[in-house]
């Protein structure tokens, strides 16, 4: 149960944090995708909403819950698990669109260069 918790709480942190770098302080604005940051946001707000209820309704936790108290609590944990690991994989929508970037960067600079040499 410890290891879990540690997960969710690093895992939060790390959400949390690439949220407030990229989108409110905009020190890594360059670096992630719209489609990316649209998909951050989301996990971000299904995990910030569905982690306090996991944990509240946790059955380890010394308090007796009914079974539907349960069931609702262990649909939270999967909706923060799902959460993040959406989280950690738009990235790759970040990736795929840096690769576009740097791919536009370089027809760009060829186009640029044999135009050069036409004139000349």
Not at 29 to 52: D, E, H, Q, W
Not at 70 to 84: E, F, K, L, P
Request: with cysteine.
């Amino acid at each position: 149960q410890l290891l879990a918790a540690v997960f969710f709480l690093g895992a939060a942190a790390h959400c949390y944090t690439t949220i407030y770098l990229c989108c409110v302080s905009g020190s890594k604005r360059g670096l992630y995708s719209m489609s990316g940051n649209i998909a951050k946001f989301i996990c971000v707000a299904l995990s910030f909403v569905s982690l306090p209820v996991a944990e509240a309704l946790h059955p380890v936790s010394t308090r007796k819950f009914s079974n539907r108290q349960v069931a609702v609590g262990g649909v939270a944990q999967y909706i923060a698990v799902g959460s993040y690991i959406l989280f950690f994989g738009s990235y790759t929508l970040d990736l795929m669109w840096q690769r576009t970037q740097y791919w536009k960067e370089q027809q760009q600079q060829q186009q640029d260069v044999s135009v050069k040499f036409k004139k000349e």
